[in-house]
């Protein structure tokens, strides 16, 4: 995209919970970093054309796997802050304590350290996570509706927004998201998820 745009990119590091902010006050031009697309952010943002579909995801221990969502009451489930798994709870499970971390690596190593039951987020981050870390299993593997990842720009900074959404179509052309994903997140993957499940190629959801 960069390339296309004829600049060099400068990579700014962003926490789930800021990712929003970030735009808002001008520290980046373009947020590409597992932002799920919803009707929230939608009011503080302007979303491209998807590149990626998600559901939210629940890993545990193996020795204890939580494999339905009623196995959470009265136990302790950890997520992000900022984060849909966040909003999804606690919307539709408020029984269920939270315990919230501004950093995914926090959250996970509060996982680690037996300080929460299970943790919560995208079923493609916890799905990779479970498969570098042997002693647990992504038992929940779709909470919810299936949602989009895309990238968002400040609201209103349409030409930028046209932009990507005309590369993100052009590079659809060339099947270049699945070809990516096959290059980057199947050595991680494997077996345990379908390009054809997690790809959005050319913006078109199907």
Do not use: C
Not at 152 to 162: H, I, P, R, S, Y
């Amino acid at each position: 995209m960069a390339k296309d745009l004829g600049v060099k990119p400068k990579y700014v590091s962003v926490d789930a919970a800021n990712r929003a902010e970030f735009l808002i006050s001008n520290k980046v031009d373009i947020t590409l970093a597992n932002f799920t697309v919803t009707d929230e952010r939608k009011k503080q943002v302007d979303f491209a054309l998807p590149y990626m579909k998600v559901s939210i995801g629940v890993v545990s221990p193996k020795d204890k796997v939580i494999k339905d969502v009623k196995e959470l009451e009265g136990k302790t489930l950890i997520v992000t802050k900022g984060t849909t798994a966040e909003t999804y709870f606690e919307k539709n499970y408020p029984n269920i304590k939270l315990q919230k971390y501004d950093q995914y690596s926090d959250a996970y190593q509060a996982l680690l350290d037996g300080r929460g039951d299970a943790f919560s987020t995208d079923n493609t981050e916890v799905l990779a996570w479970a498969l570098e870390n042997k002693g647990y299993e992504v038992g929940i593997t779709s909470l919810g509706d299936p949602d989009t990842i895309a990238p968002a720009v400040q609201k209103g900074n349409k030409e930028l927004l046209d932009f990507i959404n005309k590369d993100i179509k052009k590079l659809g052309e060339e099947n270049f998201f699945h070809k990516d994903y096959e290059k980057t997140l199947h050595p991680t993957y494997g077996d345990s998820a379908k390009a054809d499940d997690l790809v959005v190629e050319g913006g078109e959801v199907k």
